[in-house]
Structures are given as C-alpha cells and as structure tokens.
C-alpha cells in the first residue's frame, strides 16, 4: 500500500513538474508584451543615447550611482504620462537625495521621439523635484539599434499598434556597475519599496518581484489601453495549485495508513 501511494505521488509530482515547466517555457517565449525579468543580468553600458540637451552619451557615463530605469514614449496616450507621474511623486517623497544617492533615466523607445519631445516631457514631470537636482532625472531617445538593444537588456517587451504602442509598466533599479537588481511594476509607488531597493542596488544585491500580479494575471489591451485578465495564465496556475494541494493530500493519506 506504501508502495503504490509513493508510485501515484511521483507520477503526479512529475504531471505537475512538466506542466509547470512547459507553462512557464511558453510564457516567457510567448510574452509579446510584459517584462521578462533579467535580474543579475548587466546591460550594455556602451550603447550611445541623446539627452534632452542633445549630447551624446553612453550608459557607462550616466549609471556611476543606484539607477531607477523606465521606458516611455511622449506620444502615448495611456500609460506614460501616470508612470512618469508615479516616478515623479515618489521620488517626491523619498529621504533620498535625487543626484547623489541615486537617479532616473527615462528611454524613449520610439524612433520617432527627438530630444526636443524629450526636454517638453521632462517639464511636465519634474515640477516636484527641487531645481539643483533636475538633471539627475535623464530622458533618452536614441536609434532604434541602441533601443532594441537596452529593451532586450532589461527583458522589456512592446508591440507597435498602429501609430501607438502596447507596452507594460515597470521601473527597473539598476546597481552602479549596471547590474539589473529589481523590478517594480505598476503606475504607483511606495517610497519605502523603492528606497530598499536602490539601497540594495548600492550593494549589488538583487532581489525577485513580491508583487507581480498585474504582469501576472493581467494582459496589456491596446483597444482599451488597459488590462484585462488573461484567462489562459489563471487558468494554468490554478490548474497548478490543485494537482499540488492534491498531491499534498494523497502524501498526507498515505502517511496516515502507514501509522496505522
């Protein structure tokens, strides 16, 4: 009877580990738009950008301090603008000084932005930070070479829709020798989460996403410029957690007879 319960509890584990293994497998090829987080990974610091006073500089020249990275493009009629706005605030409200603890660069991906578009941008959006240290928050544009290659780095996947873009939010915190350390998802962010994690970035120590529900359980909907639920991953996952809870009880039966 022992016997025959370990059979049927390893032949389930197996059932649950190859679902789980080809699920995730398809996830991250399938993912069109989302993040496929990279973390200990080091970006491409030689890859050259515009700044919005339209000099020439690498990524090596920017990041020699705790780094909050973001992609945008100004033209965009739905998560931009509350991303920029949510970066604005809590660097508001951090007890970190923007320019010496650490700072922010925003990248266009889109070709088409120049950096006049990204020194218009960037006055809406720095209002809240105080004038000496405004230029510690960087807008970028750049060609699509340089752009393909800093997405692919940070594992950051967009779709063109037409003349727009579906594309997720996310801040990315880079430690000063351009290693990815953490990921933060959403529009809205807490001073405390972002200030252990550029203070983890300081030290090099990279920590995985607690909170990765809306990259999850959400896709990104051009139409609606929203997110939705995508059925297909909540229908997996929960496929997951019952063939596990399952297994768990049949290991909790079999232990009971043995007792027995």
């Known amino acids: 009877m022992k016997l025959n319960m370990i059979k049927k509890g390893l032949i389930l ?17 399938e993912v069109e738009v989302g993040v496929v987080e990279h973390l200990n990974d080091t970006i491409p610091m030689d890859l050259t950008f515009l700044n919005e006073n339209n000099d020439t500089v690498t990524l090596a020249e920017l990041v020699t301090k705790p780094t909050i990275f973001n992609f945008v493009y100004f033209d965009c009629p739905g998560l931009c603008s509350p991303l920029l706005s949510g970066v604005s ?37 720095i209002q809240k930070v105080s004038k000496e240290n405004r230029d510690a928050w960087i807008y970028l544009t750049g060609t699509q070479e340089s752009i393909s290659k800093a997405t692919d780095a940070f594992g950051f996947k967009y779709k063109p829709t037409g003349v727009d873009f579906a594309h997720p939010s996310v801040i990315i915190i880079v430690s000063p020798d351009g290693k990815i350390t953490r990921y933060l998802y959403g529009l809205d962010f807490l001073p405390f989460d972002v200030k252990m ?10 920590r995985p996403s607690i909170s990765k529900i809306l990259q999850v359980c959400f896709a990104y909907d051009p139409k609606s410029r929203g997110y939705t ?32």
């Open 89 to 125: 605030d809590v660097v508001s409200k951090l007890d970190m000084k923007l320019g010496d603890d650490y700072q922010v660069v925003t990248i266009s991906f889109n070709t088409k932005d120049t950096p006049e578009k990204a020194r218009e941008k960037k006055e809406n959006f």
């Open 13 to 29: 584990f197996l059932i649950v580990f190859s679902f789980s293994l080809s699920f995730s497998q398809s996830s991250e090829k």
């Open 197 to 206: 994690a550029l203070i983890e970035a300081q030290k090099g120590i990279s």
């Open 229 to 260: 639920l995508n059925v297909t991953t909540v229908f997996g996952a929960l496929i997951l957690g019952i063939a596990a809870i399952t297994f768990i009880i049949l290991l909790i039966k079999g232990r009971k007879k043995v007792v027995k």
